[in-house]
């Protein structure tokens, strides 16, 4: 029979039916695979939402990984759409899977369609799947300031990777080809130029690592040249000009509170906040379900999503944490400092003989160091061609690039997961703040969020299993030394903690003896599996959600400018300012004061930007710069200096040696590390008995570096870690000459230095005219330096009660001053 006449009369039950847990029960066509009930927790999740939430504007769901939530949100959706909250629309991060939400809801037999101009959808009879590029972007089918779709209700899915997506939509990249670049820099020049004469310099030359921030006065002061300028250029056919194209519509109207990032090789336009209320569908929704998997910070939902905080009172979780799938999760380089990126190589590649092992890397440069023994790199071309493979059969090491979330590697597709170092930040205005912040909790939580999102790709249901590593210098030191180990979800702590238990024996031992721990895994020991699952029986969901106070006031403040009243933003920025207690987070806060301060009172903005220069010298300088603070000589004995800092510093010697090593990791020769790599020599000096400063980042005047030896002795150093040229330019050795002269400045004639240049060469170009002090450390003696400072390292954390022994290790391994130079550096020609 062709014609269905329950539907006709109306009487169908799957149409009918409110209950998401009955529309489960009456669905008449699922697949076998859903046998004849949900699973408990899917059962408890619908539950809480249908008897207590459903009539919430804004809800948001955890789940763990694997635990049947794209059921779930299919449930709740065809609820909306019964109880006629429709049209319903499911959001997911990308194409692949919408693929994926659409496979489900035809194996349960719910309508779905990816069309938006389906008269199902419309209607309120089918779902709409979609990625959020889709729903976001200024061209928006469902209208920008406008509704063009109405929209009942939606469910946001893996929520956290739709907010990165968001951030981009929302964003304005203009390539340095285009004449529009040109003209956008030839506007802020002198601005450019008053905050860092270098940087600007730095900008027109190309450097990779050049990236700067517009003041914000400026960026005011030229607003309308700079509507005119885009406006004029928002209908370009320009390949080049795209994003100016998509992201014009969604930031004309509030272009004054936009941050400007000028990079040599783009320039970044981007809000101090989502302005989300441009897609009014969307912010009007009657029904938004927030979904993710288990994060323990909630604070993006309000500074991405603007959700209001005050009307959820909890999280929509299962009664217990226990359905999340096995891992045990090793840290080999906090077990052993010895072991190094080559061993973990070795034995991977070894391990992926037999299984599959599954590496995520956070760049295209870390891919190149597993190339030799990969046999699949996947990027955004060939990733899900490359999982299905993996899914299919053994293929052995494979490298993914730079995607934390999305994928789905089950059983044997991943019985070894790697998260290879600390995700990348990809925004110019990232890197900015990643600056600004130096390792503060607000960088961390979204550091943490990202790793726990790569390590969930193993395990897909509570049956499942896989082996998690976390390697990298960097990220071991991120996990120890700066305490982001605290900030993982409940369960994913007590899988840590657990597998710690299991390993501590073989702590200071070699890979081959971590290799029967990890067996206890992947051959299915069952006194592992029981004790595994025993450790999660107790573990609970923590419902309660985690809004930072911080961010929610920003987001308010943000809100108030949005509707032009500045006063009571900047009343609002002050009190986060006040309840703030670290210095750099303070600082940073001020300076956003300042922005909008100087909406209604200029003068009054410079003095508080002043204030937050004391704070943190890394934000925007005020117009009249500030007072340089010279480095002055330590007090004590450079053994004793060296012991003084890691007490101060260090909660164990231990974490000393991450700290270490993690210099060492960051302490190379690589286009776009600039930041890092400064940040790091500077610690250096710290880190064998000096003292050190930043200049050039700090006071916007003089070297990227400047190390006090003691006796009045200075080393002035430039870092050119990300030249690619074969000789030495007459740019940087003009840049270190003019260091030289600023030295020679700011201090006395009792002073002394050596002026030093890090670069791949020590040849200087013809027309260059070097100063004939100058040293310089290339890729060889920075090696050099690197191996000593290892077994440096080592060697004090084991004398730090004996300052004569310290001293030695400082001369044994050529740290001393009247080593360093003759060991580390050499002549240029």
């Given at each position: 029979?062709?014609i269905?006449?329950?539907?006709?009369?109306?009487?169908?039950?799957?149409?009918?039916v409110?209950?998401?847990?009955?529309?489960?029960?009456?669905?008449?066509?699922?697949?076998?695979?859903?046998?004849?009930?949900l699973?408990?927790?899917?059962?408890?999740v619908l539950?809480?939402?249908?008897?207590?939430?459903?009539?919430?504007?804004?809800?948001i769901?955890?789940?763990n990984?694997?635990?049947?939530?794209?059921?779930?949100?299919?449930?709740?959706?065809?609820?909306?759409?019964?109880?006629?909250?429709g049209?319903?629309?499911?959001?997911?991060?990308?194409?692949?899977?919408?693929?994926?939400?659409?496979?489900?809801?035809k194996?349960?037999?719910?309508?779905?369609?990816?069309?938006?101009?389906?008269?199902?959808?419309?209607?309120?009879?089918?779902?709409?799947v979609?990625?959020?590029?889709?729903?976001?972007?200024?061209?928006?089918?469902?209208?920008?300031?406008?509704?063009?779709?109405?929209?009942?209700?939606?469910?946001?899915?893996?929520?956290?990777?739709?907010?990165?997506?968001?951030?981009?939509?929302?964003?304005?990249?203009?390539?340095?080809?285009?004449?529009?670049?040109?003209?956008l820099?030839?506007?802020?020049?002198?601005?450019?130029?008053?905050?860092?004469?270098?940087?600007?310099?730095?900008?027109e030359?190309?450097?990779?690592?050049a990236?700067?921030?517009?003041?914000?006065?400026?960026?005011?002061e030229?607003?309308?040249?700079?509507?005119?300028?885009?406006?004029?250029?928002k209908?370009?056919?320009?390949?080049?000009?795209?994003?100016?194209?998509?992201?014009?519509?969604?930031?004309?109207?509030n272009?004054?509170?936009?941050?400007?990032?000028?990079g040599?090789?783009?320039?970044?336009?981007?809000?101090?906040?989502?302005?989300?209320?441009?897609?009014?569908?969307?912010?009007?929704?009657?029904?938004?379900?927030?979904?993710?998997?288990?994060?323990?910070?909630?604070?993006?939902?309000?500074?991405?999503?603007?959700?209001?905080?005050?009307?959820?009172?909890?999280?929509?979780?299962?009664n217990?944490?226990?359905d999340?799938?096995?891992?045990?999760?090793?840290?080999?380089q906090?077990?052993?400092?010895e072991?190094s990126?080559?061993?973990?190589k070795?034995?991977?590649?070894?391990?992926?003989?037999?299984?599959?092992?599954?590496?995520?890397?956070?760049?295209?440069?870390?891919?190149?160091?597993?190339?030799?023994?990969?046999?699949?790199?996947?990027n955004?071309?060939?990733?899900?061609?490359?999982?299905?493979?993996?899914?299919?059969?053994?293929?052995?090491?494979v490298?993914?690039?730079?995607?934390?979330?999305?994928?789905?590697?089950?059983?044997t597709?991943?019985?070894v997961?790697?998260?290879?170092?600390?995700p990348?930040?990809?925004?110019?205005?990232?890197?900015?703040?990643?600056?600004?912040l130096?390792?503060?909790?607000l960088?961390l939580n979204?550091?943490?969020?990202k790793?726990?999102?790569?390590?969930?790709?193993?395990?897909?249901s509570?049956?499942d299993?896989?082996?998690v590593?976390?390697?990298?210098?960097?990220?071991?030191?991120?996990l120890?030394?700066?305490?982001?180990?605290d900030?993982?979800?409940?369960?994913?702590?007590?899988?840590?903690?657990?597998?710690?238990?299991l390993?501590?024996?073989?702590?200071?031992?070699?890979?081959?003896?971590?290799?029967?721990?990890?067996?206890?895994?992947?051959?299915?020991?069952?006194?592992?599996?029981?004790?595994?699952?025993?450790?999660?029986?107790?573990?609970?969901?923590?419902?309660?959600?985690?809004?930072?106070?911080?961010?929610?006031?920003?987001?308010?403040?943000y809100?108030?400018?949005?509707?032009?009243?500045?006063?009571?933003?900047?009343?609002?920025?002050l009190?986060?300012?006040?309840?703030?207690?670290?210095?750099?987070?303070?600082?940073?806060?001020?300076?956003?004061?300042?922005?909008?301060?100087?909406?209604?009172?200029?003068?009054?903005?410079?003095?508080?930007?002043?204030?937050?220069?004391?704070?943190?010298?890394?934000?925007?300088?005020?117009?009249?710069?500030?007072?340089?603070?010279?480095?002055?000589?330590?007090?004590?004995?450079?053994?004793?200096?060296l012991?003084?800092?890691?007490?101060?510093r260090?909660?164990d010697?231990?974490?000393?040696?991450?700290f270490?090593?993690?210099?060492?990791?960051?302490?190379?020769?690589?286009p776009?590390?600039?930041?890092?790599?400064?940040?790091?020599?500077?610690d250096?000096?710290?880190?064998?008995?000096?003292?050190?400063?930043?200049?050039?980042?700090?006071?916007?005047?003089?070297?990227?570096?400047?190390?006090?030896?003691?006796?009045?002795?200075?080393?002035?150093?430039?870092?050119?870690?990300?030249?690619i040229?074969?000789?030495?330019?007459?740019?940087?050795?003009?840049q270190?000459?003019?260091?030289?002269?600023?030295?020679?400045?700011?201090y006395?004639?009792?002073?002394?230095?050596?002026?030093?240049?890090?670069?791949?060469?020590?040849?200087?170009e013809?027309?260059?005219?070097?100063?004939?002090?100058?040293?310089?450390?290339?890729?060889?003696?920075?090696?050099?330096?690197?191996?000593?400072?290892?077994?440096?390292?080592?060697?004090?954390?084991?004398?730090?009660?004996?300052?004569?022994?310290v001293?030695?290790?400082l001369?044994?391994y050529?740290?001393?001053?009247?080593?360093f130079?003759?060991?580390y550096?050499?002549?240029?020609?």
């Amino acid at each position: 029979m062709f014609i269905d006449f329950g539907k006709l009369n109306g009487n169908n039950s799957v149409d009918t039916v409110l209950d998401p847990r009955e529309i489960f029960d009456v669905l008449p066509e699922k697949d076998e695979k859903y046998e004849e009930y949900l699973r408990d927790v899917q059962t408890e999740v619908l539950n809480k939402w249908y008897n207590e939430n459903k009539d919430k504007k804004d809800v948001i769901v955890k789940m763990n990984t694997g635990s049947g939530k794209t059921v779930v949100g299919l449930l709740i959706l065809k609820s909306c759409l019964n109880e006629k909250k429709g049209p319903a629309v499911y959001v997911v991060p990308d194409p692949y899977l919408v693929k994926q939400v659409i496979e489900e809801a035809k194996c349960l037999g719910i309508e779905v369609t990816e069309r938006t101009d389906d008269p199902s959808f419309l209607k309120g009879e089918s779902i709409l799947v979609i990625n959020i590029f889709k729903l976001i972007n200024g061209k928006s089918v469902f209208g920008v300031e406008q509704i063009d779709i109405h929209i009942g209700s939606i469910i946001i899915d893996d929520a956290h990777a739709c907010l990165d997506i968001a951030e981009t939509q929302f964003s304005i990249n203009i390539p340095s080809e285009t004449s529009v670049y040109k003209e956008l820099l030839n506007l802020f020049r002198e601005s450019l130029k008053q905050q860092s004469e270098v940087g600007l310099m730095e900008l027109e030359a190309g450097d990779p690592n050049a990236n700067r921030i517009v003041p914000f006065w400026t960026w005011n002061e030229k607003k309308s040249d700079i509507i005119r300028l885009l406006h004029s250029n928002k209908d370009s056919n320009e390949e080049n000009l795209k994003s100016l194209k998509f992201g014009w519509p969604l930031l004309k109207n509030n272009i004054e509170l936009c941050n400007c990032v000028i990079g040599s090789d783009s320039i970044e336009i981007s809000p101090k906040f989502l302005p989300i209320h441009n897609i009014p569908s969307f912010q009007n929704a009657q029904r938004r379900i927030f979904m993710s998997a288990t994060i323990s910070d909630d604070t993006v939902l309000v500074s991405h999503f603007n959700i209001n905080q005050t009307t959820i009172n909890q999280s929509i979780t299962p009664n217990s944490s226990n359905d999340i799938g096995e891992r045990m999760i090793i840290i080999p380089q906090e077990l052993n400092t010895e072991i190094s990126d080559v061993h973990l190589k070795s034995f991977y590649k070894d391990l992926s003989c037999k299984h599959n092992v599954v590496i995520i890397v956070p760049s295209n440069y870390r891919a190149r160091f597993w190339e030799d023994v990969a046999d699949k790199i996947l990027n955004s071309r060939n990733l899900y061609s490359g999982v299905a493979e993996l899914k299919n059969g053994h293929v052995g090491l494979v490298v993914v690039i730079n995607k934390y979330d999305g994928i789905d590697l089950p059983k044997t597709a991943c019985s070894v997961l790697v998260i290879d170092g600390l995700p990348d930040v990809r925004r110019k205005i990232d890197k900015i703040e990643q600056g600004a912040l130096q390792g503060s909790d607000l960088l961390l939580n979204g550091t943490i969020q990202k790793i726990e999102q790569g390590m969930g790709r193993g395990i897909r249901s509570k049956d499942d299993y896989c082996v998690v590593f976390l390697m990298g210098r960097s990220l071991v030191s991120h996990l120890y030394v700066y305490g982001a180990i605290d900030k993982f979800t409940s369960a994913t702590s007590k899988q840590i903690e657990l597998s710690s238990q299991l390993s501590k024996q073989l702590r200071g031992k070699s890979l081959e003896d971590l290799r029967e721990v990890i067996n206890y895994s992947l051959e299915r020991n069952k006194e592992w599996i029981k004790t595994s699952r025993g450790a999660l029986v107790k573990v609970k969901y923590d419902s309660s959600v985690r809004f930072g106070e911080t961010t929610v006031l920003e987001r308010t403040a943000y809100n108030n400018a949005l509707n032009k009243n500045y006063r009571e933003a900047t009343r609002i920025m002050l009190e986060a300012v006040n309840k703030e207690e670290n210095n750099i987070i303070r600082g940073f806060l001020k300076q956003k004061l300042s922005e909008y301060l100087h909406f209604y009172d200029p003068v009054e903005a410079q003095q508080t930007l002043m204030s937050a220069v004391n704070d943190n010298s890394q934000v925007v300088h005020p117009i009249e710069g500030i007072q340089y603070n010279k480095l002055l000589p330590s007090d004590t004995s450079q053994a004793q200096g060296l012991v003084n800092f890691i007490r101060s510093r260090f909660s164990d010697p231990n974490k000393y040696i991450l700290f270490v090593n993690k210099l060492i990791d960051q302490l190379i020769f690589l286009p776009n590390t600039a930041n890092v790599f400064e940040q790091a020599f500077m610690d250096l000096a710290y880190v064998i008995g000096f003292t050190g400063q930043r200049p050039e980042k700090e006071f916007k005047k003089g070297p990227d570096n400047l190390w006090s030896i003691g006796n009045s002795e200075y080393y002035v150093v430039e870092c050119k870690n990300g030249a690619i040229a074969e000789q030495i330019s007459k740019h940087d050795c003009n840049q270190l000459n003019g260091s030289i002269n600023w030295f020679l400045e700011r201090y006395d004639e009792s002073n002394t230095l050596v002026p030093i240049m890090i670069h791949k060469s020590n040849k200087f170009e013809f027309a260059a005219s070097p100063h004939k002090n100058i040293r310089i450390i290339n890729e060889s003696s920075l090696n050099q330096l690197k191996t000593n400072l290892s077994e440096l390292a080592k060697g004090v954390t084991a004398n730090l009660n004996d300052i004569n022994k310290v001293d030695d290790l400082l001369k044994t391994y050529n740290f001393t001053p009247e080593n360093f130079i003759t060991k580390y550096t050499i002549e240029y020609k």
